[in-house]
């Protein structure tokens, strides 16, 4: 069983910068595609970034040029790097994870994810 558990999270000024890490386990055989999720209360799960199992990258457009997925495969770890943080970044954010045989897309659709973690939260306050 796929097991992703974040870190990270917490409360930052406008303007400042977290790190947010998602340390997967429990991975079998196939290849694997991870996303970033987050989602404030009253409001559906949003796609942040995502990275698919050949690597390529993509971004909700109200992050682009501010944050960076990235993945250590060497530590089965995924990373979101957040910079010039805003008040509305402020969400609970989730890792999320799915797997496929041959080529897996991911992308920011939730659906296309069946393996979650529990969510880090970050604050941001201006």
């Known amino acids: 069983q796929v097991r992703l558990v974040e870190s990270g999270g917490g409360s930052v000024q406008a303007g400042g910068s977290l790190r947010l890490s998602c340390a997967a386990s429990?991975?079998?055989?196939?290849?694997?595609?991870m996303g970033w999720f987050r989602q404030t209360p009253g409001n559906e799960r949003e796609g942040v970034a995502a990275?698919?199992?050949?690597?390529?990258?993509s971004y909700a457009d109200v992050v682009k040029g501010r944050f960076t997925i990235s993945q250590d495969n060497a530590k089965n770890t995924l990373y979101l790097e957040m910079n010039s943080l805003k008040s509305e970044d402020t969400a609970m954010y989730y890792c999320?994870?799915?797997?496929?045989?041959?080529?897996?897309?991911?992308?920011?659709?939730?659906?296309?994810?069946?393996?979650w973690g529990q969510g880090t939260q970050v604050t941001v306050s201006s």
């Open positions: 990275i698919d199992s050949d690597g390529g990258t």
């Open positions: 999320a994870a799915d797997r496929a045989n041959t080529f897996c897309a991911g992308g920011q659709d939730s659906l296309a994810y069946n393996y």
């Open positions: 429990g991975y079998t055989d196939g290849v694997y595609c």
